[in-house]
């Protein structure tokens, strides 16, 4: 399921060298993985993240909140090595394999496209048939990387792509974030961090998006405000 889009973004400036980036996020990725649970609803703060990304545990938090913190990082450690392998496929297979690091612990079924039917939360959407997603994957890929006009616009498109369509019993918005990442750092556009003060905001706006499919909106908040440079 596509959505509409009417403004075009380029990218914001000459690519950044890859490595230097990826050091860079490395170096700031207790604020990434801190960012990416909040949305989740993860209760853990900033310096329980950093500290817990350290290798020392945090009492008072559940299992699963700890575990997900972990699956999240493991999640941009794959990011980081396919990246520096020169790995970058977008395909099932790719998609697949992230959505399995980032949900294996809180979905019955990670790895795998959905095999029922999902709703979401607050909105009048409801997401494609399950048994029409792998053909909705094969045919509207390839033309969402053909309106594209940058690489920043690929990576933004399919972020909403992936939530819109939710492949995934759990974690489409965590895995469509790491795949428009991946495209982001693989071209040396910097990186997507939503941050958790903007949780509102962002949410809102996914709403809105979610029961119009028009995407200028969120595009816009997007653009403006979750992507960084280095």
């Known amino acids: 399921m596509l959505f509409n889009r009417s403004k075009s973004y380029e990218d914001i400036c000459p690519a950044l060298d890859t490595k230097k980036l990826i050091m860079l996020v490395k170096k700031l990725l207790p604020d990434v993985v801190f960012n990416m ?21 945090i009492g008072g938090h559940k299992v699963s909140d700890e575990q997900q913190i972990f699956s999240i990082r ?5 990011l980081f090595d396919i990246v520096s392998q020169n790995k970058v496929i977008l ?13 294996e612990n809180e979905a019955l079924i990670s790895g795998a496209f959905r095999t029922g039917q999902v709703r979401i939360a607050g909105t009048e959407f409801m997401p494609p048939k399950a048994e029409d997603l792998e053909n909705i994957f094969e045919s509207e ?39 428009s ?12 961090n939503i941050k958790a003060k903007d949780r509102l905001e962002f949410n809102t706006l996914m709403v809105e998006f979610y029961n119009t499919r028009e995407a200028d909106n969120i595009f816009d908040f997007l653009y403006n405000n979750c992507l960084e440079r280095y």
């Not at 989740?40 to 545990?57: A, K, R, S």
């Not at 395909?91 to 949900?103: D, L, P, R």
């Not at 990442?181 to 997507?192: H, S, V």
């Open 91 to 103: 395909n099932a297979v790719t998609f697949n394999e992230f959505n399995h690091i980032v949900a």
């Open 181 to 192: 990442n991946m495209i982001l750092i693989y071209n040396g556009q910097g990186i997507f």
């Open 37 to 57: 649970a909040s949305l989740e609803g993860n209760p853990f703060t900033y310096p329980e993240v950093q500290t817990l990304l350290d290798g020392i545990t």
């Open 141 to 179: 890929l390839p033309e969402l990387i053909k309106r594209c006009k940058s690489q920043t616009e690929l990576a933004f498109d399919i972020f909403l792509w992936g939530a819109l369509n939710q492949f995934y019993y759990d974690g489409n918005k965590r895995t469509s974030r790491l795949i």
């Open 74 to 78: 493991n999640a941009w450690s794959y």
